[in-house]
């Protein structure tokens, strides 16, 4: 893996850098949901029309094709100017390398322009209130009747359920087989009949999952992905993307830089500051920096086509992980004013980081819990047996 960067890379950058400078403004986001949500997806089509979208997708599809050099840039530069997520991360990093991989041709016709310009948001329909880390114990069911599937059942942690156009999901269509097999990969409208969303609201009070519940939804045949019964070994490639990449350390890189300005010259944080807390600080650094060359490997692996199974589980667990620790030095770092609620006029930093630290709490659990990644690294990296036979 060489990361050097050329001069058409620091051309790349200057680009880039540019570009957002002039376009700041667009990334501001409103506080009313509605609004946001549609300042959100304005967004990420300027972006994608500016060519700084799809960035790892072939040409073919609409992507970049942009080097592993020139991704590794647009990380930096998205992280320096603080630009927030793009709301289509499901589908960008998720669906959309899953359908280029196992989808029809028709499917990727009629998908994947809309998941790069955040035209079409997706959500993902996999966790079930009884098949959560056991996700192959999934009891939704699908069955085909004539050139449709019916589809009955729940999912649960569903995040944007609420303002996603289609989900993604896993649903048993021959229920004798065993848990790994008779599962298949089926794309819904989320328009459907029958399709209802509960919103969840989260210990931080913020309102980023849902359940979805499907009652009777027909589901056209065509939008199968793969073939009838052999879902799972897709859902393994659509995992594989969700636990891989460099937005998690985008994202944990924006949290460490803002913990360090609140640190350091917030609300009188000098006063506080420990010797042991600046310790913390300098170890989170060091995990970021490592996280971020981990997830280079993970996308040189992914770029030359090879299975990053090993690589995305263990950056999963340690971004879960770090994550927490990050969040718990912020409110350790704030000493007694932790405890005041988000909205008092004493609380550090508008009360960011509250909601923050509960937020991290789910991360250890949703994509995959820490005991199934290390799981997943014993089998996959390690070569040892499974822990429990199907």
């Given amino acids: 893996m060489d990361l050097r960067f050329s001069a058409e890379d620091e051309a790349y950058r200057d680009r880039l850098r540019s570009w957002l400078t002039a376009n700041r403004d667009h990334a501001r986001f409103p506080r009313d949901p509605m609004k946001a949500v549609a300042t959100a997806r304005d967004w990420q ?11 790892s997708w072939p040409r073919a599809f609409g992507g970049q094709e942009a080097t592993l050099t020139q991704q590794v840039v647009a990380a930096q530069e ?22 280029i991989r196992h989808g029809s041709d028709e499917q990727r016709r009629r998908f994947l322009p809309g998941i790069l310009t955040a035209e079409t948001i997706w959500c993902q329909g996999f966790s079930e209130p009884d098949a959560g880390s056991d996700l192959a114990s999934l009891r939704t069911r699908a ?64 309102i980023h999952f849902s359940e979805v519940f499907f009652e009777d939804v027909e589901i056209p045949r065509d939008q199968l992905v793969g073939e009838l019964h052999h879902g799972w070994p897709i ?18 890189e924006q949290h460490l830089n803002r913990l360090v300005a609140m640190a350091t010259t917030g609300d009188g944080a000098p006063a506080r500051l420990g010797q042991e807390d600046r310790r913390r600080l ?8 490592a996280l971020r060359h981990h997830g280079y490997r993970t ?17 999963k667990l340690y971004a879960s992980e770090a994550r927490q620790r990050i969040m718990r030095t912020a409110l350790a770092v704030q000493g007694p004013l932790a405890a005041v609620p988000k909205r008092s006029p004493h609380a550090v930093d508008g009360g960011r980081w509250q909601p923050l630290y509960f937020d991290a709490l789910a991360y250890t659990i949703g994509g995959g819990t820490s005991e199934i990644m290390r799981n997943v690294l014993a089998e996959r990296v390690l ?8």
């Fill in 282 to 289: 300098a170890r989170h650094w060091v995990e970021v920096e």
């Fill in 143 to 206: 069955e085909l009747a004539g050139d449709r599937f019916v589809v009955n059942g729940q999912k649960v942690w569903t995040s944007l359920g609420p303002v996603a156009d289609w989900c993604f999901l896993l649903a048993r269509t021959d229920p004798k087989a065993p848990k790994r097999q008779g599962i298949s990969y089926l794309l819904c409208d989320m328009r459907s009949a029958g399709v209802t969303v509960r919103p969840l609201r989260n210990a931080a009070g913020g």
């Fill in 235 to 252: 859902a393994r490639t659509t995992l594989d993307h969700e636990r891989s990449g460099l937005g998690g350390v985008l994202a944990l």
């Fill in 78 to 99: 998205f992280a320096r100017a603080s630009v927030p997520p793009l709301i289509n991360l499901v589908g960008l990093d998720i669906l959309g390398p899953t359908l």
């Fill in 45 to 55: 089509r300027r972006l994608y029309e500016a060519g700084y979208v799809g960035l």
């Fill in 299 to 315: 996308l040189s692996a992914q770029l030359a086509g090879r299975d990053p199974g090993g690589e995305a589980a263990a950056g």
């Fill in 383 to 390: 070569g040892l047996p499974r822990s429990v036979e199907d």
